[in-house]
DNA sequence: TTTATTTTATAAAACCGTTTCGAAAATGAC
DNA sequence: GTCATTTTCGAAACGGTTTTATAAAATAAA
């Protein structure tokens, strides 16, 4: 029924070991013979069935992709696209990307992905903020780790990463340019590194093109709850009991600027000619709000397909020195930042 | 290193057999043997490899999961939520879904997703609109097949379909029941089985709760191309120059729809003051649009988990009675298709 | 009770489709 | 003709499942 290395063998005359040299491209095969194995194979369309192979070279050519259950609730799919990335990525090296999500309480002795039990992948991708308990878990079994969008300090690991310092830091820093002078830093977990980053980005460009008493922390609403439009609503009607109220919102992804865009609204002030906003992540939408939003746009399908190159590398090299990678942004001016009017910009 | 069934046999002091049937539920075996293993196996925490039993069942305990490339380039995510409600369904029933995506113009003599070829999934889910030439392909490999939301009427198939008709006819009711009477149909691809459906939808409703002589071919606008935001503005503009225009506007999809909010804002009307729109599909943004859009929400983790239980029940049953699941809709009702002022009602 | 027969539980062996490795065969150089 | 060097081969893994054989236990027949 299904055709095997040893029918080729058959059609070609020669051991199936031979045919496995050819098909891996292994050294001193006669060309002659080479040939006449090739044409066996496309004759018959044969392809090597993975399990087989899986069985015997100990290697499954599948890698996994974790991630944090909770951010599946979360509005935009900003790691589904990382995955994605990944996923097609991971295609054109002969690798299949298998998806698992892990609680934030979890516990390696009673769940575990099954694919880290059934030696199912080479190797895993850890996307987002994921439990310690889980890294130190796949290391223990020798399987190799990247990390996207996260970094542990306490362990050495390969990681993908988004620029957020500089990301931000261009971000504020045009809103200094334009002349603003109270710049609110909205609503963040700050358990997250990325938004610490974000936050440290915002605080330099301040140091730097600000005045220095500009940093001022009333200015700043990080949260423990996970980022959301809400969150952005309520921090923005926080922010805005402040006097003189802020004349910017930089906020700390775009899920959290619909919310503060809607808050500002509510408080029937405009935007941009009365407020300037700024997001982060540069998700779909973004394009289509009203206005449309000025942001800083983050690779996430380059994050992932970045990822899979690098577990891919780890898988066949063994590479031992581990090595982050950062992965650039790029400020999006649309219009919710738009230039401030005269008369704002003496406002104070 | 690895513990293997070898390993676990010794330690229970039986045959690999024994373990083997015990792993595999099997009957006749002895309770206390059965406990004498099971604790064996506990004790050195085995798990039988994945690939060692691939190759010894022939299953991969795999799915594959392919769509339209095309269908990435889209605005909303759509089928990307199908494709995690297939996976994690079928993660609970101990598989993995691979995803893989085809061109339009695709050749299964030039290129396929490799799963196909390498015996590494046991069934496929085919998402959204595929070339039949991949469909007539997989059958030939004797590949169990399940469609979400495509339907080819040539080709006897299990498919999830969302009731598009219905969730039309709902929408447009509502659209009736509120005294509109120029009801606009806007801009979808009608080559999609989907699309075509929520057309009928429309008529129906107008055919049923209208009188017949509203039914009139200038209110629809039907496009070749695949739908989006700016066919939305387009298609819009064009309806508007209708005279009397159209008082409500309902869109094939909530991408269409957002194109549409933004002609009508263009020509200064107000929304739903001036006019109502419905969307269709439900997207993450819709809720935080201005104003939040009123749409007709599919279930579209639901459409993959289902997917997903169908294929997998089909592998291990060989059923072979062709089934249809049509996944119910649901109209939501927020602010884009209030009721409409008095002033319109009576104003043709 | 003894013997034959069936049932049940376990063991042993064959198989799934590859890769790998040591040995054999072929080739070439001297 | 001998010795190296290529090239090819055969058999043994890899880690399970499945089929078949066998021993032990249970049941039925004599």
Same mark, same amino acid.
Request: aromatic share 8%; net charge positive; glycine share 6%.
């Given at each position: ?220 609403? /990080? +949260?423990?709850? *996970?980022?959301?439009?809400? %969150? &952005? $609503? !309520?921090?923005?009607?926080?922010? =805005?009991?402040?006097? #003189? ?23 029937? /002030? +405009?935007?941009? *000619?009365?407020?300037?906003? %700024? &997001? $982060? !992540?540069?998700?779909?939408?973004? =394009?289509?709000?009203? #206005? ?57």
């Amino acid at each position: 029924m299904t055709v095997t290395i040893k029918d080729v063998a058959r059609r070609a005359g020669v051991a199936q070991s031979t045919v496995s040299l050819v098909l891996n491209q292994k050294e001193n095969i006669h060309e002659q013979t080479r040939l006449k194995i090739l044409k066996a194979i496309k004759e018959l369309n044969y392809h090597p069935r993975r399990s087989a192979r899986g069985l015997a070279t100990r290697k499954s050519n599948n890698i996994g992709f974790i991630l944090n259950t909770q951010f599946f609730t979360q509005t935009e799919p900003f790691y589904t696209k990382v995955f994605l990335g990944a996923s097609f990525e991971a295609i054109k090296h002969g690798y299949y990307v298998l998806l698992a999500s892990v609680d934030d309480n979890f516990d390696p002795k009673k769940s575990l992905p099954n694919f880290l039990l059934e030696r199912h992948v080479d190797g895993v991708v850890l996307a987002g903020r994921v439990p310690d308990s889980i890294i130190t878990y796949i290391r223990q079994q020798d399987i190799p780790i990247v990390l996207v969008d996260y970094r542990v300090d306490h362990f050495a690991t390969h990681a993908v990463l988004i620029d957020n310092l500089n990301g931000a830091y261009e971000a504020v820093s045009h809103l200094i340019n334009q002349g603003h002078r109270r710049i609110a830093f909205v609503g963040g977990s700050c358990h997250h590194p990325s938004i610490q980053e974000r936050y440290d980005g915002y605080k330099k460009a301040i140091g730097v093109l600000g005045s220095h008493n500009e940093l001022n922390d009333k200015l700043v609403d /990080l +949260r423990e709850e *996970e980022s959301s439009p809400q %969150i &952005g $609503f !309520d921090s923005t009607k926080k922010l =805005l009991s402040l006097k #003189p109220r802020p004349t910017a919102f930089f906020t700390v992804n775009d899920a959290v600027a619909i919310g503060c865009i809607k808050a500002l609204r509510q408080s029937s /002030l +405009r935007v941009p *000619e009365d407020v300037a906003v %700024i &997001g $982060f !992540d540069d998700v779909e939408w973004g =394009l289509h709000m009203d #206005p449309p939003l000025s942001t800083v746009r983050v690779f996430k399908e380059e994050l992932g397909a970045t990822a899979a190159r690098k577990i891919i590398h780890i898988i066949q090299n063994k590479t031992t020195v581990i090595e982050k990678t950062i992965i650039g942004t790029e400020l999006v001016i649309r219009e919710s930042c738009g230039g401030m009017r005269t008369k704002d910009k003496y406002e104070f």
